[in-house]
């Protein structure tokens, strides 16, 4: 180290008036490379009778300097925080390892009890997470609360070394009595992927006392982020949740949805640049319309979300009291879905509440490859989570039940009587008037959780609609009893099949490759009476009302039932109002 560099240190440290409890030299690009260099920074750690806090942020320090540290440490067992970010540009990525064990070794020996530990910005990979690994499962972490490893480069293999750490360490503290209770865990931009992300999940679910987790930018997708939902669960004291850049698509974000279904105390969720489309974020603002009632902030910027689901998103916050920030810049909603958003939030005075939509991508193009990056994707990893998987293909009127698919000789098939499964298999008006009084038991060969399937069984008994009056009174009495029960679920799970129903009738773009039906009256006539029933609720209404009045040429073949299916609309979310 020059002697320049040594005067300045001590310089520093002479003005530093921080007490007894921190001691700091934070950001003076210092190369500290042996003991000599640090001869200053050690007498000052030996002084500190006191000492809780040690900032090496911003220098550079080699292992003969570490050692040198790490010596004076040994005696310093109130230390707390270690602020250690940025202390190794330029170094050997083989030295960074030694010098982080030898340091932690020394807080191992004088027995503190850490309570933060922030290692960000140092790019040590793998090997450096296995340089305080051994630190991690020691008594000195039982007590940390605050783990800072940002934009370590710590890769798939460094994020499995730092759950199984982590996991460590909560078992040999519930041995001794006091559980390990960490709060926030950052560690954005290093390249976890999905095994790392699944590695971490493990540990969150075991942990359950998470406030704020941080991974943005790390590639995962829907895999990891199901594994990480399923974890979030387990944390019900979240207030922070960022997975910016990463890529959910439907699956992920409906797993996150369920997730945040059971975080009360959630205040900030950042899901921008995650491509949660238009069918996740419907699914995300029925659970925020419901839940999360003390949200404050919620992102989801570049998501390839279009005007009509922009609009229900923000609805869904309008009563949420604590809002201040909704981003949704960078998505599709063309210059008149931007304005269109505006006003929508001027009216609930909530403009000052909408970020910029000054990088909007405009309206997509009919002709997007509507297979690219579809949730149902060709992929080796299993995501293990069956609750989410709604991509098997419809197959044959065959209905899905919640053991799996009804075959023909589950005892769901054995129990059914032979005529609602022939009608089932092939809807006819012959077979509909057969049924007689069984046709209140089609209601129980649908789930709700499988809303493709739902929807895809509603539509076509929809389509046998015909003005006999034998006829129309049969139809409309299954399309009640099988709306009621699906409407009646759950926010989430209703709004889930409602999306799904609006991708088949070709309202919106879904991400499934799924066969649209080709509408007819029918089926817009029995949406208008299901409309004017109480079990339609005015927010069902609102939903379909905003997709299809942005989308009015999909209505052009039946426009006498779609401007009836439009008025009880209408109607009906004027009530709410």
Sequence with gaps: M?????????????????GDEELT???????????????????????????????????TMGVDAAWAIAKALESKDMLQRCYWSDMFTGRLRSEIPTALRCLGDALMCAGVRLTELDLSDNAFGPDGVKGIERLLKSPSCHTLRELKLNNCGMGVGGGKILAEALIECHRRSTEVGAPFRLRVFVA????????????????????????????????????????LASAMRHNRELRVLNFNDNTFTKKGTLAMAKALTHLRSLQVVNFGDCLVRSEGAIALAAVIREGVPVLKELNLSYGEITEAAALVVARAVMDKPQMERLDLNGNCLGEDGCEALREVMEEMDKADMLGSLSEDEGEPDDEDNEDENEVCENSDEDDGDDEVNQCNDYNGGVIVGETGLIGEDSPERLRSPA????????????????????????????????????????????????????????????VDSLLMKLLSSSCFHSYCFLSTLLVMMGFLKGEEK???????????????HAVQQKYFEPHHAALLQTFMSKNTDALKSCSGAGERLSSALKKKCDKEQ
Excluded at 2 to 18: C, E, P
Excluded at 189 to 203: F, I, Y
Excluded at 514 to 528: A, F, I, N, R
Aim: aromatic share 2%; with cysteine; net charge negative.
């Design 188 to 227: 954005g931009r290093n390249r976890l992927e999905n095994e790392g992300a699944r590695a971490l999940a493990k540990a969150f679910q075991l942990i359950g006392s998470l406030e704020e987790v941080h991974m943005p930018q790390n590639g995962i997708n829907h895999a990891g982020v199901v594994a």
């Design 2 to 18: 020059a002697s320049d560099d040594i005067a300045q240190l001590a310089d520093t440290l002479a003005k530093t008036h921080v």
């Design 419 to 478: 005529k609602i499964l022939a009608f089932i298999s092939s809807p006819s008006q012959e077979k509909l008037l057969q049924l007689g009084e069984m046709r209140t038991q089609l209601q129980h060969q649908v789930d709700p959780s499988d809303p493709h399937k739902a929807a895809d069984v509603l539509l076509k008994i929809a389509s046998l609609y015909n003005e006999d009056s034998e006829t129309k009174t049969a139809v409309f009495e299954i």
């Design 514 to 528: 799924t066969t649209k039906v080709s509408l007819v009256p029918g089926q817009l006539l029995c949406l208008e």
């Design 25 to 59: 030299i934070k950001g003076l690009g210092l190369k500290l490379d042996d003991a000599a260099s640090v001869e200053e920074l050690v007498r000052e750690i030996e002084q500190h009778q006191s000492l809780r806090a040690l900032c090496l942020e911003g220098n």
